[in-house]
């Protein structure tokens, strides 16, 4: 790979995937090519099925790409990687561990294989401890998953992710399964773990708001198959507050890229009718 001066946290070229089925094959994803800055917040919007998700696991390498390729930090990603972490809609936290034990749960697995000391531990029993106070749920460390709701449960699946100082978090509509209010309290939430811990974050959701309410820029992708459309820096500053969701900014930019999913998908149904609801709760 050629190395730029600055070289970016994430390049990706060319990369395709086609998954091959017995009858059919399905091009998931077709010439992506996208550059992420160490430390930036990038958001992946875009309809069902247009690759979002396909692209984030060939990210973490849980998946291959069938052709192009991607680097982190400048390195072939050719399978998973202790600098990328990733957190997925569905928290799967441990029913019989505590919150604490489940955000310390994968160091102790290693150190019982050997893969790392005591010490390595230790340090991270202390790791713990501040991440808990990072996402607020100090109090209720020695409490089990079924007692926390799923805003909770979520947050301490992030921690987990970030027991070990990834330095690129990868998120799969990590919030999808929430209601609205809690979403807003995870938005302001990861906005401030990704400026106290100066991970990258790709972010993948189907959400045009919550992609241009976290995002300094937003990828747009469009399905069949699956590519990048447009990228859109935020124009709104990068301290961001829920009110500027109802700035002429932040207005416009949703109304844009939702009519060119609109336009690319044929999902015109349920954007038109979020287009209505967006349009009337503006004019309030
Ligand atoms: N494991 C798989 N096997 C076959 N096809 C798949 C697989 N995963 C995803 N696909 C197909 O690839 C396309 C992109 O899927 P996906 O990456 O899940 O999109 P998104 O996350 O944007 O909804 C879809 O057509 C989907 O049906
Ligand atoms: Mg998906």
């Not at 086609?18 to 091009?27: C, F, L, M």
């Not at 809609?89 to 102790?108: A, D, E, T």
């Not at 699956?226 to 930019?253: C, N, W």
């Amino acid at each position: 790979m050629k190395n730029d001066i600055i070289p970016s946290k994430v390049e990706i070229r060319q990369l395709g995937k086609v998954y091959d089925g017995s009858t059919s094959s399905t091009p998931a994803l077709q010439d992506v090519n996208l550059s992420v800055e160490h430390n930036e917040f990038i958001t992946l919007v875009g309809a069902s099925g247009c690759g979002k998700s396909t692209l984030l696991r060939i990210l973490a390498g849980l998946e291959y790409a069938t052709s192009g390729e991607a680097y982190c930090d400048g390195k072939l990603i050719n399978g998973p990687g202790a600098e990328r972490a990733m957190v997925f809609q569905h928290y799967s936290l441990y029913p019989w561990l505590s919150v604490l034990g489940n955000i310390k749960f994968s160091r102790g697995l290693k150190a019982n294989r050997g893969d790392i000391t005591s010490s390595d531990v230790e340090a991270a029993a202390g790791r713990a401890d501040a991440l808990l106070n990072l996402i607020g749920l100090d109090k209720v460390a020695n409490s089990y998953p079924n007692q926390l709701s799923g805003g909770m449960q979520q947050r301490v699946a992030i921690a987990r992710a970030l027991l070990g100082r990834p330095s690129m978090l990868l998120m799969d509509e990590p919030f999808g399964a929430l209601d609205a209010q809690s979403r807003e309290v995870m938005h302001d939430m990861i906005l401030h773990i990704h400026r106290i811990e100066k991970t990258t974050v790709v972010f993948v959701t189907h959400d045009v708001e919550e992609a241009i309410y976290l995002g300094q820029r937003v990828v747009l992708m469009e399905p069949r198959p699956g590519r990048i459309h447009s990228i859109y820096p935020v124009p709104l500053p990068r301290a961001r507050d829920q009110d500027m969701k109802h700035t002429a900014p932040f207005r416009e930019l949703k109304a844009e890229i939702l009519a060119r999913i609109r336009e690319s998908s044929g999902m015109a149904t349920d954007l038109e009718l979020l287009d209505k609801l967006c349009a009337q709760s503006s004019a309030l």
